[in-house]
């Protein structure tokens, strides 16, 4: 689900990303003008953002496991994963 939300051309993104971190002036051919530079930040933090939700939810989810006492519990926890999906 991570790897769905990076996508296919998620290196790009992040060199991009990168190079608009440093400034417009350090971005070469990748950043156009200052609005580009801008909007592939509020696209990365966006993208950042969502990553961080699904990793919060993995680990909740994760631990439920480790914490479940019985195998109907565990069941429960996956059958809830595979709604979400």
Do not use: S
């Not at 993104?13 to 156009?32: D, F, N, S, Y």
């Not at 509020?42 to 969502?50: I, P, S, V």
């Not at 480790?66 to 519990?73: D, F, N």
């Amino acid at each position: 689900m991570i790897n769905d939300l990076i996508g296919p051309l998620g290196l790009l993104h992040q060199r991009k990303a990168e190079r608009a971190a440093t400034g417009r002036k350090l971005g070469g051919p990748l950043i156009v003008d200052e609005a580009d530079r801008k909007a592939v930040l509020a696209a990365a933090a966006k993208q950042d953002e969502a990553i961080a939700a699904l990793d919060a939810e993995r680990r909740r989810m994760k631990a439920g496991v480790r914490a479940a006492a019985t195998a109907a519990e565990i069941n429960a926890i996956l059958a809830n994963l595979e709604t979400t999906q």
